[in-house]
């Protein structure tokens, strides 16, 4: 009998005692293991996959800590699987039936079609199913990077030698002699195992009868690239899937310049490999998908701001704000508008019903953006579940910045994923005439 359990982020009342009696492997392989740890499996993947480029994400982070005989978990949701054993960790903002939060909010921030997501599908295949809709974004930041090139030998047999010259091969095929010579050349080729990966991806996805070819034709990019994928990759059959799914395992990219194609090709992986062992495959390692859903509720409430406000990146360096008139040391506000004279944080936490509307730690944060800034207004944005709220938390002795706080209720009743997209679409408009009012 296949066990399954489902617990939500940022849950601190999981008693360690029954999860272990329960999921034993699961407790062997993930408790207190850090997401960097995890980040080296080959069957898990991490979104967005690169801890080092995701400002929330820190390398450090445990999955299910242990604190005082219970387990607690943090900013992570997604999928995880051992065996039978499966275990499902659910944004706490979601329906206990549903995922639709999830799916939602990647559509948003990576500006895909999801309405075609297969209701029939289990959480787990629908959480594996997620990974294709993610490929054309990937593998657009790959091609960024330009062409993946790689030397590659090639065997011919011509009567123009222009290599090295191929004994065994030439004994076999050119006795008695014709006129022909084999022989081995070491090109810099763009038709090469990764690029082979890439391609069996692309065929792949294009095979999935419900949402393969949509998912390609989404935007012009995603169909231009395809076709590039496509034309440097002459050598591409079917038949040799298997063997270059096992020549980009045995040989994963580590070279830092080409970290985006060494993203792709864990994603490629995932999907292949997922098609190859099907959903009920008993390994013995663990496997899965996770998402960061802290930087996904940021990048969303971005996508719902005017285009005008300015949005920091902490772990590039980008848009700071700084500290001391020297410019030496500089902070990163969520979002800033200094035209508006407002700031803005994103909090992927519970303050609907806070009593003093926000904890001493965000309190701050706020004051001293709003300082350095000299705004007039400061605020934090968080999802909500019973309410819309639009409230003052209170006006700063002194400095005089008024400090607020408004939500985007996020739907809990919806009986699918179409009407949980027109509800949250509603909760939107109302939050931005919130926005715009205040």
């Known amino acids: 009998m296949e066990m399954k359990m489902r617990i939500t982020d940022n849950q601190h009342k999981i008693i360690k005692e029954d999860f272990v009696a329960e999921y034993p492997k699961i407790s062997q392989l993930l408790l ?3 997401l960097g740890n995890l980040s080296q499996e080959d069957n898990i993947f991490i979104f967005p996959s690169d801890l080092e480029y995701s400002p929330d994400l820190d390398k450090d982070q445990k999955i299910l800590e242990t604190v005082n005989q219970k387990i607690k978990t943090g900013n992570v949701i997604g999928f995880l699987g ?3 054993e499966r275990l499902t960790i659910s944004s706490r903002f979601s329906s206990k039936s549903d995922d639709y939060f999830l799916h939602y909010l990647l559509q948003k921030v990576l500006n895909i079609n999801l309405t075609s997501l297969d209701v029939g599908l289990s959480r787990e295949e629908r959480l594996y199913q997620l990974l294709i809709y993610l490929f054309p974004k990937y593998l657009q930041a790959a091609l960024r990077k330009g062409h993946y090139k790689e030397y590659q030998r ?3 047999n011509d009567s123009h030698v222009k ?13 008695p002699f014709t006129g022909n010579v084999a022989y081995t050349t070491r090109e810099f080729a763009f038709d090469n195992p990764i690029m082979q990966l890439i391609r069996h991806t692309i065929e792949y996805i294009k095979n999935q009868k419900s949402i393969g070819q949509g998912v390609l034709d989404n935007l012009l990019t995603s169909r231009e690239n395809v076709a590039e994928i496509v034309r440097v990759t002459p050598s591409y059959k079917i038949a040799d899937r298997a063997k270059v799914i096992r020549r980009n395992q045995d040989k994963p990219l580590r070279h830092a310049y080409f970290r985006e194609y060494r993203k792709l090709q864990e994603l490629c992986l995932m999907i292949l490999n997922r098609e190859k062992h099907g959903f009920g495959y008993q390994e013995e390692k663990i496997h899965g998908i996770l998402f960061d859903v802290a930087w996904l509720w940021e990048e969303y409430v971005h996508t719902l701001l005017p285009k005008d406000f300015i949005h920091p990146r902490n772990k590039e360096k980008k848009g700071g704000i700084s500290v001391f008139s020297g410019g030496k040391r500089k902070v990163f506000p969520d979002f800033y508008h200094k035209e508006l004279k407002i700031v803005l944080d994103a909090k992927y936490k519970k303050l609907e019903l806070t009593e003093k509307g926000i904890n001493r ?3 701050f944060q706020l004051i001293s953006y709003a300082y350095i800034l000299q705004a007039e207004k400061a605020g934090l944005i968080f999802p909500s579940i019973d309410q819309t709220v639009s409230s003052e938390i209170g006006k700063v002795e002194g400095y005089g910045v008024l400090l607020k706080k408004w939500s985007i209720q996020v739907p809990q009743k919806a009986s ?3 009407e949980f997209y027109e509800m949250l679409g509603k909760s939107e408009k109302i939050f931005q005439n919130n926005i715009k009012q205040n």
């Open 32 to 34: 207190n293991r850090t």
């Open 82 to 84: 051992c065996g039978k």
């Open 154 to 156: 090639f065997f011919h």
């Open 163 to 175: 290599g090295v010259v191929d004994v065994g091969n030439h004994l076999k095929k050119n006795l």
């Open 361 to 363: 730690d965000d309190l």
């Open 416 to 418: 699918s994923y179409s």
